[in-house]
């Protein structure tokens, strides 16, 4: 007799429960329509390989997906970075993915800057590693074979020494 009266007490909450299941996926799915467009490659573009924008096209992802990763959503914000690892065709780019360019690249000459109260010093080394801007380089001066340290400038200069 008691399961009697407890059978239309649980199918009303079942009623229930279903009834709010279908409020919440319908609210969910108004959220999935929302869509954002990202930057994907067109192509394949390898490790090493710079990125520009005709590498690049837009592809259309949910919005919620970019609260739960870190790729990159701006063109402007990829295009001119250097590919670290092979990225995919239609594939987000996560912001690990890429790199700034090397300023100063190894065994490419390049003119180090030595200056110190007035005291101008210029020479043409032969850089031993790769850099980006405010790396640390080593290289080898190519007058006196002696290794110096500076850092690497935005147009490719090395600094050693403060600059006044």
Known sequence: ??????RPFRNA?????????MSAVAVHSSHAS???PIPVPKNIVYAG????GQLLRDRSVPTGYLSRVSVFTRHSDVVGKVA?????PGRPIPVNYVTEPDVVKVNQRALMRYEISGLKITAEVSPLNSAQVGGQVRARNLQT???VYGTA??????VAGAIQ
């Open 34 to 36: 929302e869509r954002t």
């Open 49 to 52: 390989q710079a990125i520009s």
């Open 13 to 21: 909450v079942m009623l229930s429960l279903l009834v709010s299941g």
């Open 153 to 158: 400038q935005k147009d490719g200069t090395i």
């Open 1 to 6: 007799m008691m399961s009697a009266l407890v």
């Open 84 to 88: 670290k690892t092979t990225l995919m």
């Open 145 to 147: 074979g002696i290794i």
